[in-house]
Nanobody, 116 residues
Framework: DVQLQASGGGSVQAGGSLRLSCVAS????????IGWFRQAPGKEREGVSC????????VYADSVKGRFTISSDSAKKMVYLQMINLKPEDTAVYYC?????????WGQGTQVTVSS
């Protein structure tokens, strides 16, 4: 079974840092795109960053460019999202995501709260 398990959320003050982790199982993520979405209260889920597991290419939402970095450890089947200079508007539940064929898979979400 495909599974994604996210962790690493927490509460920080503006300007702080967090690193989210996502462990993937049940598929070879080096063959797929894996990334992070977030959903703030009352807002739609939005893409934050993703990485092509095959060639390592990365994409970032404009709102996080220069502050967030996505990386992976293929041996551990882990994907990370390093977040620095966090802002209150980054407050959301963050989800790890991948798509295999026509199916979307989501981790359970991890809460990030940034206070001003």
């Amino acid at each position: 079974d495909v599974q994604l398990q996210a962790s690493g959320g927490g509460s920080v003050q503006a300007g702080g840092s967090l690193r989210l982790s996502c462990v993937a199982s049940g598929f070879n993520f080096e063959q797929y795109i894996i990334g992070w979405f977030r959903q703030a209260p009352g807002k739609e889920r939005e893409g934050v960053s993703c990485m092509d597991g095959y060639d390592g290419r990365t994409v970032y939402a404009d709102s996080v460019k220069g502050r967030f970095t996505i990386s992976s450890d293929s041996a551990k089947k882990m994907v990370y999202l390093q977040m620095i200079n966090l802002k209150p508007e980054d407050t959301a539940v963050y989800y790890c995501h991948t798509r295999l064929g026509h199916s979307d898979y989501w981790g359970q979400g991890t809460q990030v709260t940034v206070s001003s």
